[in-house]
């Protein structure tokens, strides 16, 4: 499943290059060719993305009287861009296609989404009532509220983190990768990690999705921290504990240790984290 600043990104780029006017809008597969009927001709005016939900407003009207486009990609879901061709037309179909996006010069194809619905604005708020805060969002109260959820707790912090209602965004990689670079355990109970610690993970969390957002890509490595490169261990270059099992902690060299968690698999350093 994408991590939250995979999602950001998409909403970005889905506003930036197919916003402002009609769009033509399809459902080649079939099942959302009702909804799309409805959208279809009407512009993309704005969008908005929380933790791994996507939001997209159609129809130059105040936003509780739009239609919004409710995605969510899930484990399977991925969209697609294409060009149009050298006479303006869209490439021919390829696979599942739920929904199709045809712009001025190219094609956006959303295949394979958990949520794919037209929705009132109401409709959205439920949704974002539902979820933790997002670090990427950072509103100004965010942070108190995510140390407030996780210290409510008595699961594991590992879980916590993979809780879309505790904290909207970051998935297994940042999850690893977050709680390493804080030093604290997986397997501590939200209620006693102190309140300090949790404000410093909320901002760790923030920071790395704020460079994946940047870059597009996740390497959590800090320039201090960087080894020769291994080609035995090339996962060394970019990760401090994801998809090491069995390698050294590049900061104390015990084993980096693997466990199952909620049927997600789950990496730290048993030395480091507590």
């Known amino acids: 499943m994408p991590e939250g600043h995979v999602i950001h990104r998409l909403t970005g780029r889905l506003l930036a290059e197919f916003g402002s006017y009609p769009l033509k809008v399809l459902s080649p597969q079939g099942r959302f060719a009702d909804s799309a009927q409805l959208l279809d001709g009407q512009s993309l005016t704005g ?17 509780e009287l739009a239609l919004w486009l409710h995605v969510h990609l899930g484990l399977y879901g991925k969209w697609r861009f294409y060009p149009l061709d050298a006479f303006g037309d869209p490439p021919p179909v390829r696979g599942e296609i739920r929904l199709r996006l045809v712009g001025k010069d190219q094609v956006a194809d ?3 989404p958990t949520r794919c619905a ?11 009532r539902r979820l933790g805060p997002d670090p990427l969002v950072n509103q100004p109260a965010d942070r108190e509220r995510f140390i407030t959820l ?19 965004g970051p998935g297994n990689i940042y999850r690893a990768e977050c709680l390493f670079r ?14 300090r610690r949790i404000g410093l993970l909320w901002d760790d969390l923030r920071a790395g999705l704020l460079d994946g957002l940047a870059t597009g890509l996740i390497s959590t490595m800090l ?18 504990v994801y998809h090491r099992t069995g390698r050294p902690c590049v900061r104390c060299g015990t084993e ?17 984290q507590r």
Not at 223 to 240: G, S, T
């Open 182 to 195: 804080v030093g604290i355990s997986p397997f501590r109970k939200g209620a006693n990690v102190a309140q």
């Open 47 to 63: 969008s908005a993305s929380w933790g791994k939900h996507i939001f997209l407003k159609f129809g130059d009207v105040p936003d």
């Open 110 to 112: 959303l295949s394979g």
């Open 118 to 128: 037209v929705v009132t604005f109401a409709e959205v708020h439920q949704v974002l």
């Open 256 to 272: 980096i240790a693997e466990q199952l968690m909620q049927n997600r698999r789950l990496f730290w350093c048993p030395n480091c």
């Open 150 to 168: 996780v210290k409510s707790r008595k699961r594991a912090i590992g879980e916590l983190i993979m809780d879309q209602s505790v904290v909207a």
């Open 223 to 240: 320039p201090q921290d960087l080894l020769p490169e291994d080609p035995a261990d090339i996962e060394a270059q970019r990760f401090y």
